[in-house]
């Protein structure tokens, strides 16, 4: 998974032989966190079709001149052209990857062994790791409390996170890996503020892959 880039274009093939060549459909890769991809439709009609799981679908996608072919699973979440795609195929994907957005947003700390809040501004962000500015008085390995007012989502961040590395004003928090909560809200921010660059930017911006 680590060889997918963000805003590049992959080709999804159903699993099932004899598949008609119209039932494969291209995305656009908003997000990757650990080995799952979220995916774009580049035409949404094309994809009316799919049931909410399809196991062994095949993503291709070019990656340095070389044709790259994954097997996994791909869900269909709620909304329309919403996809998800899993890799099952047992090939090492990097669990640790998530991709990373520059976003500013109001932040507040609590230090876990007592005493006042302190403020800050996020300064970039991935579903696992926030980038804060801030005067924290904290060492690495500490653990604070944080919560995270984000642009577009209606509940803030409540979470614990420990202190992986403080230079020039900024610290660097790993949210409590047990906190699947906080770190799916994180996730979703991510995916939602990619697809909403994807849908600004001009068609000529994007990068064919395939």
């Known amino acids: 998974m680590k060889r997918l880039s963000e805003f590049s274009v992959v080709v999804v093939n159903p699993p099932w032989r004899g598949a008609l060549r119209s039932d ?9 966190i650990g080995n799952t991809a979220a995916l774009e439709p580049i035409n949404r009609a094309s ?3 799919l049931p909410e799981r399809l196991d062994g679908a ?3 996608f070019r990656h340095e001149g070389s044709l790259v072919g994954l097997c996994g699973t791909l869900w269909l979440r709620k909304n329309v052209g919403d996809l998800r795609y899993t890799v099952t195929d047992g090939i090492h994907t990097g669990s640790r990857r998530a991709t990373t957005v520059d976003v500013c947003a109001p932040i507040t700390l609590r230090p876990a062994g007592g005493g006042n809040p302190v403020e800050g501004l996020t300064v970039t962000l991935s579903a696992y790791v926030i980038l804060v500015a801030s005067e924290l008085d904290a060492q690495p390995g500490d653990v604070v409390g944080l919560s995270l007012a984000l642009p577009g989502m209606d509940e803030p961040v409540e979470a614990d996170a420990t202190v992986v590395r403080i230079a020039d004003g900024r610290v660097a928090l790993e949210v409590d890996v047990g906190d699947r909560d906080a770190r799916s809200q994180l996730a979703r921010f991510v995916v939602n503020h990619n697809r909403s660059v994807l849908r600004r930017r001009p068609q000529a911006e ?3 892959d395939f």
């Open 24 to 32: 494969s459909f291209e995305c656009h890769v908003l997000a990757v």
């Open 47 to 49: 994809t009316l079709w």
């Open 58 to 60: 095949l993503v291709s």
């Open 206 to 208: 994007l990068e064919l």
